[in-house]
């Protein structure tokens, strides 16, 4: 199933770059106030902390290339579980068949790190993202849905589904290539037919650098 | 051999031959004159004036057979008849004086005498002129038989007066200058004014009156139109139009929407809402400013000072027109084309 939709866009990936396009890179370093929550038949655990993350996009005509890095330390909320690292990392290939829409697909994993153990989390994600300026061209409002394809995780229960999202707002300076982020992004994945149920949200506020 | 020379002088040839059969008539009589042949001079020379006058030949012509005619009929006897043409020479050209090489001192003698009792003027003005009625003046150069009083009156074609121009002594010569205008200083309102000189005796007496119509015609440049005045589609939109203000304020609920519901959208049901509306919060916020300052009919200053610029541009250019069509205005002109002078009755002033 993956190389079905794979291939319209390697094949769209692969055409010949348009005479006149150039690159435009972009940066951003954000800070995530990241809550996680695990509910299991048992009981529930929640951590919570800061996470401090650096991203970056390369774009040539209507493709781009995605990286995102995001490391940071939860601590719990309840009980008496020790404190955790988590680390993020996205790669992410988009397509933008209109101005304001961007299909994207890549791995996206995610780890915690506590005790020597370490729990390893590899989605296959399929993401649609919405943007477009609402107050003049100062201020972008976007809204980011992805779904896991596919997963991979070192926990017991048999992965499930798993999807989340984003949305928020831009603001953009006009005569400067800074750019401000403050948005709201939640992760969900169900395992084991709904007994183990993964939850990862928080605010993200970021800073920007866009060459335009 | 002179009644030949008279044969064709009266004969009914076409009026080429004529033409020249009559010059001939006029070497003739000439040559009789200086052959002492006054009586034949008188002849042929009275017959070629009189055809020369019909003809409205040109002056120099009839005052080259007038003086012969005169110098004959005094050598004939005839003084009244020599002084009746050489008045009549005089009052043709005042400016005319006998050869002294050619005519004897009682020839020229009589004449003198003659020039001087008869008071005349010759109106000597250009055919066409032009003047600007601002500063410009038509000029005539009166030449006088002799010392004499003159009034120069302009009239209209029905003979009543329309501008006195001058009334007193001439000498030699005069010139006059009429600048166009009326006695109020209005430009002329006629396309047609008699020029009229009236020459008096020191006694008071009128001697002679000349007349010639002047046609008038007024010419002044067309203005230039303004240029119209910046159509709507040159403008810029002066207040802002709603559509900005909607558009900020539909997006950021639609946005605030979106982050408080993104929890149910993605199937996780338990998630506290305070982040979430936290940042719905500031996405509202950011909503209700953008709002303001995007707000329907407020003032846009950038635009305003484009149009301002517009305008200002028009303004000079309709300053600028306004300073040519003022100077067009101005420039109005009297052409003026004289007719032929011809001496009228002496029933006038």
Redesign the interface.
């Given at each position: 199933m993956r190389a079905g939709w794979l291939l319209p866009l390697a094949v769209a990936v692969g055409a010949s770059r348009l005479p006149g396009q150039t690159f435009h890179t972009a940066g951003a370093a954000s800070v995530v106030t990241a809550r996680v929550r695990t509910e299991q038949l048992g009981g529930a655990a929640q951590f919570s902390g800061a996470a401090f993350g650096a991203g970056g996009t390369l774009s040539l005509g209507r493709f781009q290339l995605g990286l995102s890095y995001l490391q940071g330390r939860l601590d719990p909320d309840t009980g008496s579980a020790h404190a955790r690292d988590l680390i993020e990392g996205a790669v992410l290939v988009g397509f933008r068949p209109v101005e304001w829409l961007t299909l994207s697909v890549g791995p996206h994993a995610r780890a915690y790190a506590a005790s020597g153990q370490t729990q390893r989390w590899l989605f296959w994600e399929l993401r649609v993202r919405a943007a477009k300026p609402f107050i003049g061209s100062t201020v972008q409002g976007y809204a980011e849905l992805w779904r896991a394809v596919a997963a991979d995780a070192n926990v017991p229960e048999p992965f499930d589904h798993a999807q989340g999202g984003e949305a928020g707002m831009i603001v953009r300076l006009a005569r400067a290539p800074f750019e401000g982020r403050l948005g709201y992004r939640i992760d969900h994945a169900v395992l084991g037919g709904g007994t183990r149920l993964e939850t990862v949200d928080g605010v993200v506020i970021g800073v920007g650098l866009a060459w335009r | 051999m002179w009644v030949g020379v008279l044969a064709c002088a009266l004969g009914s040839t076409p009026s080429r031959v004529r033409a020249q059969s009559s010059d001939s008539v006029l070497v003739a009589g000439m040559r009789a004159y200086k052959n002492l042949e006054f009586d034949l001079a008188a002849l042929l020379l009275r017959r070629r004036v009189a055809q020369l006058t019909a003809a409205k030949a040109p002056v120099a012509d009839r005052t080259q057979g007038l003086v012969y005619l005169g110098a004959a009929e005094l050598f004939r006897g005839r003084r009244d008849s020599a002084v009746a043409v050489f008045r009549r020479l005089v009052l043709l050209d005042p400016r005319f004086r006998p050869d002294r090489l050619v005519f004897p001192p009682e020839v020229t003698g009589l004449f003198e005498g003659v020039r001087l009792r008869t008071k005349t003027v010759a109106i000597v003005v250009p055919r066409d002129t032009v003047i600007p009625l601002q500063d410009g003046a038509f000029r005539a150069w009166l030449v006088a038989s002799s010392f004499q009083t003159v009034s120069v009156t302009l009239l209209y074609e029905n003979g009543t007066s329309f501008r006195p121009l001058y009334f007193g002594p001439i000498g030699d010569s005069l010139e006059l200058q009429w600048d166009g205008r009326d006695a109020a200083g209005q430009p002329v309102p006629v396309d047609r004014l008699l020029l009229r000189v009236a020459s008096r005796a020191p006694t008071g007496e009128l001697t002679s009156m000349l007349q010639l119509a002047l046609d008038l015609q007024i010419s002044s440049p067309d203005t230039v139109p303004w240029p119209a005045p910046p159509a709507d589609s040159e403008l810029r939109p002066e207040r802002a139009a709603g559509g900005?203000a909607t558009?900020?304020l539909?997006?950021?609920l639609?946005?605030s929407a979106?982050?408080v519901s993104?929890?149910v959208?993605?199937?996780?049901h338990?998630?506290?809402s305070g982040?979430?509306v936290?940042?719905?919060s500031?996405?509202g916020v950011?909503?209700a400013?953008?709002y303001l300052?995007?707000r329907p009919s407020r003032p846009l200053p950038a635009n305003i000072r484009a149009n301002d610029a517009v305008r200002d541009a028009w303004q000079r250019r309709v300053t600028t027109l306004q300073a040519e069509n003022a100077r067009r205005r101005a420039d109005v002109r009297l052409r003026v084309h004289a007719g032929d002078p011809a001496a009228i009755e002496a029933a006038g002033p």
């Open positions: - | 900005s558009r900020a539909l997006g950021g639609l946005l979106a982050v993104l929890p959208a993605v199937g996780s338990d998630t506290p982040p979430r936290a940042v719905a500031a996405v950011a909503t400013l953008g300052l995007h």
